[in-house]
């Protein structure tokens, strides 16, 4: 099986961007442990509206369907939920620029 990119995105609750920045900085932790993922660099911005979008690749196909089985992951995924509502890329407000740019985090 190959490797898969995705785009997750983040767009946290009012209020709820700190919150949502500590649970993003466990979610690839969390992965890799399980070896979810690949060992290739994670990217990471933030949107306009604020919207965290996070690039990383999943050692296969079915690596996202395995994540759902896995406590230490879904304990993430449902604390992220609770601050974050998980969007698509056409809710972005860069979604309509051919190449969309995203502010950087800080090194």
Do not use: C, N
Request: aromatic letters at 6%.
């Amino acid at each position: 099986m190959s490797p898969e990119m995705v785009i997750a995105l983040y767009r946290p609750h009012p209020g709820k961007e700190r919150e949502l920045d500590a649970l993003v900085a466990q979610h690839v932790p969390a992965l890799r442990e399980a070896e979810l993922i690949t060992d290739r660099g994670v990217l990471r911005g933030r949107a306009k509206d604020g919207t965290v979008v996070e690039v990383f690749e999943w050692v296969s196909a079915d690596a996202a369907e395995r994540a759902h089985e896995l406590p230490s992951v879904a304990r993430v995924w449902e604390a992220m939920a609770q601050v974050a509502d998980f969007v698509s890329l056409g809710d972005l407000p860069e979604a309509g620029q051919r190449f969309p740019h995203f502010a950087a985090p800080p090194r």
